[in-house]
């Protein structure tokens, strides 16, 4: 997968499909599947570091999380976030952050919002750096939504959503991400471009889906929100696992004389 694989999949009418993955081992096990491309998401900092938000994760830790899912996927396709404010600290330090995530192994960085970013998404596209964008519930600002909330939901805030969408596409964007907005709104989002849009918990209208590969995998099992479908029943198959473990342990049977050494 490259950007002219973004672009030939929305030509084509095949939808994309994207994961998360923070890690060499999951990286690893996508790089296995046919699962198009993988995000190493600012997500991390709920899914694995157990924050409310995305609000605390910092470059450091996201350029740590794109180096070990480049590890274990070495031809993969990843797009590395820019975590809260990392794109809005002046064109410098954004660019010591972009560079950040390409030097980790980043194929093209992800980044939230439109209002204040184009000339700023233009700068790093020009510099050669593939840009995705994120608009709808843009988890980074979730302080100033009021909460996790369903974005486009009044016809003035669509109206704004297919503006920043069509915007974003001028700045230069590859692709981008649209999370959380009414079905028909991303669907007619994405037909207004160009550029595929890959949707979370935007309906069926889009060019793409992503998921949390935690959620999708049924291993999160206190977030269920309408969008996610759980694919595995993860949780349950390891605690299982875990209680074999235990079980065979106290049982004496683990391990036995083929796993030992003589
Ligand atoms: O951070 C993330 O994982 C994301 C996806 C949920 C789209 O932005």
């Known amino acids: ?13 095949i939808p994309i499909s994207m994961v998360t993955s923070y ?9 296995q599947s046919q699962v198009d491309c993988i995000l190493v998401g600012d997500s991390i ?18 350029a740590a999380h794109v180096a070990a899912a480049r590890r274990g996927a070495p031809e993969a396709f990843i797009v590395g976030d820019m975590p809260f404010l990392a794109h809005r600290m ?9 560079a950040r995530l390409m030097r980790a192994g980043a194929n093209a960085v992800k980044m939230e919002g439109a209002a204040g970013n184009t000339d700023l998404i233009r700068h790093i596209v020009e510099s ?16 100033a939504f009021g909460g996790f909330r369903v974005q486009g939901k009044s016809q003035n805030a669509q109206k704004r959503l297919l503006e920043d969408v069509r915007m974003l596409e001028d700045s230069g964007c590859f692709s981008l991400v649209l999370e959380a907005v009414p079905a028909a709104i991303a669907a007619q989002a994405s037909e207004s471009v160009s550029i595929p849009i890959i949707g979370i918990g935007a309906g069926t209208g889009t060019d793409g889906q992503v998921l949390v590969l935690q959620d999708l995998l049924g291993l999160n ?4 929100p309408k969008f996610v479908r759980r694919f595995l029943d993860g949780a349950s198959l390891v605690v299982g696992a875990l209680n074999d473990y235990h079980r065979e342990i106290t049982a004496g049977t683990f391990p036995d004389e083929t796993e030992r050494y003589e």
């Open 1 to 13: 997968m490259t950007v002219v694989d973004f672009a030939k999949k929305k030509r084509g009418g």
């Open 45 to 62: 900092g709920m899914t694995l570091y157990g924050y409310t938000d995305t609000v605390p994760v910092t470059i450091e830790t996201m």
């Open 90 to 98: 002046g064109l410098e330090r954004t660019m010591e952050n972009v």
């Open 128 to 143: 050669g750096v593939p840009v995705m964008g994120h608009l709808g519930l843009t988890p980074q600002s979730v302080h």
């Open 221 to 224: 099992t206190d977030f269920k």
């Open 23 to 31: 890690d060499s081992w999951s990286a690893a096990l996508v790089a």
